[in-house]
């Protein structure tokens, strides 16, 4: 995306304070999803989301996702109190540490504004609606949200049935000994570099896609990988790839 007009916008730190505040939701979406986004329906409804959160939301919704694909927003509010979890199951060990959600509840509230709802799969972190991006012992070297290896290009989830339509990663460490970076680049500025015989064999349904690593280590087995292509043109996302594994 190197060169490209990006939408940004830093969060004063009273923006940041307002919206912490207000992002106080006390049920947990671990427990119970469904009161927890009845609480941020709450106060949309009642009028208690600031104007320039709306207004910032309103102007995301409105981009065209082929031109507009990536959205960068600093100072977010988060959590006061950041546990560590455990690396051998992560997921759990949040499940019992983690006893406020101004991040999760951050992360609904812009989709709820923006129409990009959460989805979840039964068989990926007990069908969490939040996952973190967070190393697990046995998966370090995996392609996948717990490891500590870099990723290829991809578009996530490429082959289920339902994917989501934006991936929404909030920062909640920042630490100057690592060096993180998330390398991205348009679908269109890469259908515009290949030659037609290239985009031609893309669109023959002769690729697949194994299943997500933590997938399988929720227990979804090997039915429902499709043959398909990787290259559909009338698609709104036209490309369905994940580097080094389709």
Known sequence: MQGKSLFSH????HEAQQLHRMLDIKSNPYQNYHLFLEEIQTLIST??????????????????LNESPAIILRNCPIDDSLPVFDHKEPVQSKYGLKKTFIAEAFLN?????????????????????????????????????????????????????????????????????????????????????????TLDILKEPIFFTPHEVVSVDGGRNEEGIEIKPIYQETDPVPLCYFETRT
């Open 10 to 13: 830093t969060f004063s730190t």
């Open 109 to 197: 509230l812009y989709s709820e504004l923006v129409g990009s709802y959460p989805v979840g799969y039964k068989t990926i972190n007990n069908g969490d609606l939040f996952h973190d991006i967070y190393p697990k012992a046995d998966l370090l070297n995996s392609q996948s949200q717990k490891s500590t290896v870099t990723l290829g290009f991809h578009n996530d989830l490429p082959n289920n049935k339902v994917r989501p339509d934006w991936v929404n990663i909030l920062c909640l460490r920042n630490s100057n000994l690592n060096r993180v970076s998330t390398t991205m680049i348009r679908n269109k500025d890469i259908i515009d570099v290949l030659d037609q015989e």
């Open 47 to 64: 009028d208690q989301i600031p104007i320039f959160f709306t207004d910032i939301c309103r102007h995301i919704k409105d981009l065209d």
